[in-house]
């Protein structure tokens, strides 16, 4: 399984994996599976690239959006939470991104 399978599991039953309806665990889960599966030598296509362009993807596309300007260097979880403080909102928005994110991902790689 890679990250975006497990991020669709997720979204189905969030309670199930992180036990509440905020991102902060979820980033969490996330940074340990990930890193799990670095280790293991699991990792595949799409692990890299969320590990390598997600955080700068969310950067750009909040900004495109509310047409702001985000300090850079951050991950997805500090962009996020700049902007939807409420926890619910951020882990409905984080959901939304993913799907863009992997739709692009897989558009631009023929996958």
């Known amino acids: 399984m890679n990250i975006e399978q497990l991020i669709n599991q997720i979204k189905l039953r969030p309670l199930m994996y992180i036990g509440c309806?905020?991102?902060e665990p979820m980033f969490h889960f996330i940074n340990g599976y990930m890193v799990n599966n670095f280790i293991m030598g699991k990792d595949d296509f799409i692990d890299r690239a969320f590990r390598q362009q997600f955080?700068?993807?969310?950067?750009?596309?909040?900004?495109?959006k509310h047409n702001i300007q985000l300090e850079p260097h951050r991950n997805y979880l500090?962009?996020?939470?700049?902007?939807?403080r409420d926890t619910?909102?951020?882990?409905k928005i984080f959901f939304e991104?993913?799907?863009?994110?992997?739709?692009?991902?897989?558009?631009e790689?023929?996958?």
């Open 21 to 23: 309806f905020r991102l």
């Open 55 to 64: 955080n700068d993807w969310i950067k750009i596309q909040l900004e495109r």
């Open 78 to 84: 500090y962009y996020i939470h700049e902007i939807y």
């Open 88 to 91: 619910e909102d951020g882990l």
């Open 97 to 107: 991104l993913c799907e863009d994110f992997f739709r692009e991902l897989h558009s």
């Open 109 to 111: 790689n023929n996958i």
